[in-house]
């Protein structure tokens, strides 16, 4: 068995397809998804349109990432609370909630914030941040007793997250799986690919793969720049140069 972990599309849908089609070059079973369908991304209507078709496929497994929590409960107060710590950020939400449609609100609401799934005798918590938070943080560079404080009272034998943008792995002291699956659509490596996760399962064994796919990320771009919002030129920059995860 062959399982695609995506997450954090953040509305990039020449990010998404390349990624899609490299899943079906692999010969994937199952994709789970970790959230951040929409926020902050060139075409955030296309993206939750594609998920929300795929809302019955038994081959998906979708939950709720923190900016999709932020979306469906959009509030000014919200907004003037991000602009504090984040002012681009901010400006894009606004935009996204003009953006999109009450039935794909609606859809974002309703994503479970977490959910376990059971594959090949393999207990798997899928999380958009942390087992705690949609918002907390899985680094390189966190502790295995940061980990472990995160991973109390969880049961299951791996971790699946995104959020940072950031790929990377962890077997824990708890003897636990943790893996950061990085970000299809907004992507804070090195080089400027989508990054996803599979997850192969065979005779008992466990091979966990990050991918870097190679996208059109000036065409994206191109596109976001073209969104209404102040600000949007320095996310649009991101996707061409990666250099920082908030503004």
Do not use: W
Request: hydrophobic share 35%; aromatic share 6%.
């Amino acid at each position: 068995m062959k399982i695609a972990v995506i997450s954090d599309i953040h509305g990039n849908v020449e990010a998404l397809d390349a990624v899609l089609q490299d899943i079906k070059e692999q010969k994937c079973d199952k994709i789970f998804v970790l959230g951040d369908y929409a926020m902050a991304g060139p075409e955030p209507n296309k993206v939750v349109d594609f998920f929300m078709k795929k809302k019955d496929d038994p081959a998906y497994k979708m939950i709720q990432g923190n900016t999709d929590l932020m979306i469906a409960d959009y509030s000014e107060e919200l907004y003037n609370s991000l602009k504090d710590k984040a002012p681009v950020m901010a400006e894009a939400l606004k935009d996204d909630v003009s953006v999109l449609s009450e039935p794909q609100k609606k859809f974002l609401k309703e994503l479970p914030m977490q959910l376990e799934v059971f594959e090949q005798g393999i207990t798997m918590l899928l999380v958009h941040g942390s087992p705690r938070k949609n918002n907390e943080d899985i680094l390189p560079d966190t502790s295995f007793a940061e980990l472990d404080e995160m991973l109390k009272h969880v049961d299951a034998n791996v971790v699946l997250c995104g959020h940072t943008h950031i790929p990377c792995g962890f077997q824990t002291e708890s003897k636990k799986t943790v893996v950061n699956v990085g970000s299809v659509g907004r992507p804070f490596t090195s080089e400027p690919k989508s990054c996803y996760l599979t997850i192969t399962i065979e005779d008992g064994k466990t091979l966990y793969e990050h991918h870097l796919i190679k996208y059109d990320n000036e065409k994206a771009a191109e596109k976001l720049n073209g969104r209404n919002f102040i600000g949007k030129e320095r996310l649009a920059a991101t996707l061409i140069n990666p250099k920082e995860r908030h503004f």
